[in-house]
């Protein structure tokens, strides 16, 4: 079943989705037109996710957080209840960061993060899904509103799990952690054409050593890594789902040169660009 709420005027969306066997493919092409978040709750056995063509175990009764640039699909939709929604229907107001589309839900680790619910929290998921369904088929003018007010309670529940399963206890509120937030967050806006560690280090008036040596202490890839893997991520996205030249991929990826990117691209994968394409390899 799908249940979806839309303002044409600010073209906001929400949508929730379950019991639904072929929703998930979120092709990244050209013509891709529903740029959406997605929150996905399992609520059946363990079973698989693949993401940009790598595959993953997705436990049971676990929820996964999807960005917009995702390609995924599960093994078995139809147990998986998912949240999707874009930024102009969450991210038209000025929310609190920690729970904010550019939140830790996120932005804050370079992994994916499956965060497990206890009998408690699945209680109050339960109920929010619930909750959302009576809101979808009650259309009134505070309908957005309560829609988004309920969206704004599961993304605080899955940010709470989320960091106490993903951070150690004793850093759990060090404020050094927005910083990594912040340049995650700007990775992403920037990368295609900002490749150097320094651009980034700047907007957030930090020395490219200092982002180094937080990146270090906290255990993530250094800020470079970061960077280059985006990149690289990107360039394989278009690979696969587009029918980009690898010389069109180097020019919206920001380099000048496509047999520089053609050799960035090697060294990071070990397969040229055609190579990848051919074989749909992924490393």
């Given at each position: 079943m799908k249940l979806?709420y839309?303002?044409f005027?600010t073209?906001?969306?929400c949508?929730?989705?379950?019991e639904?066997p072929?929703f998930?493919?979120?092709?990244y092409g050209?013509d891709?037109k529903?740029?959406?978040?997605?929150i996905?709750w399992?609520k059946?056995e363990?079973?698989?996710i693949?993401i940009d063509n790598?595959?993953?175990?997705f436990?049971?009764?676990?929820?996964l957080?999807?960005?917009?640039n995702?390609?995924f699909?599960?093994s078995?939709?139809?147990?998986i209840?998912?949240?999707?929604?874009?930024r102009?229907?969450?991210?038209i107001?000025d929310?609190?960061k920690?729970?904010?589309c550019?939140?830790?839900?996120?932005?804050?680790?370079?992994q994916?993060?499956f965060i497990?619910?206890?009998?408690?929290?699945?209680?109050?998921?339960d109920?929010?899904?619930q909750?959302?369904i009576?809101e979808?088929?009650t259309?009134?003018?505070?309908?957005?509103?309560?829609?988004?007010?309920?969206?704004?309670r599961?993304?605080?529940i899955?940010?709470r799990?989320a960091k106490?399963q993903?951070?150690?206890a004793?850093?759990?509120?060090?404020p050094k952690?927005d910083?990594?937030?912040q340049?995650?967050v700007l990775v992403?806006?920037?990368?295609?054409?900002?490749?150097?560690v320094k651009?980034y280090a700047?907007q957030?008036n930090?020395?490219?050593?200092?982002l180094?040596?937080?990146f270090?202490?906290?255990?993530?890839?250094?800020p470079?890594?970061i960077?280059?893997?985006r990149i690289?991520?990107?360039?394989k996205r278009l690979l696969?789902?587009t029918?980009k030249?690898?010389k069109e991929?180097?020019?919206?990826?920001?380099f000048e040169?496509a047999?520089?990117?053609s050799n960035?691209f090697?060294?990071?994968?070990?397969?040229?660009?055609?190579?990848?394409?051919s074989?749909?390899v992924?490393?």
């Open positions: 979806s839309k303002n005027k073209t906001g969306e949508r929730l989705i379950f639904e072929a998930d493919w979120q092709f050209r891709r529903d740029i959406l978040l997605t996905a399992n059946g363990a079973q698989k693949t790598i595959e993953y175990d436990p049971a009764n676990t929820i957080s999807l960005m917009v995702q390609t699909h599960f078995h939709s139809t147990d209840v998912a949240w999707q929604f874009n102009e229907f969450y991210c107001i929310h609190d920690e729970v904010s550019v939140g830790f839900l996120f932005f804050n680790t370079q994916q993060m497990n619910l206890n009998p408690e929290n699945t209680h109050k998921t109920l929010l899904q909750m959302f009576e979808f088929e259309v009134d003018n505070i309908q957005e509103d309560m829609l988004r007010m309920l969206l704004k599961l993304i605080i899955a940010t799990l106490t993903y951070v150690p004793q850093v759990i509120n060090d952690l910083i990594i937030r340049f995650n992403e806006t920037h990368y295609k054409k900002e490749h150097s651009f700047d957030i930090r020395s490219p050593k200092t180094s040596n937080l270090a202490l906290y255990n993530n890839k250094s470079l890594t960077i280059q893997d690289v991520l990107e360039a696969l789902y029918d030249s690898a991929i180097a020019y919206d990826l920001g040169d047999a520089y990117f960035f090697k060294k990071n994968t070990e397969f040229t660009p055609s190579d990848f394409r074989n749909g992924v490393s």
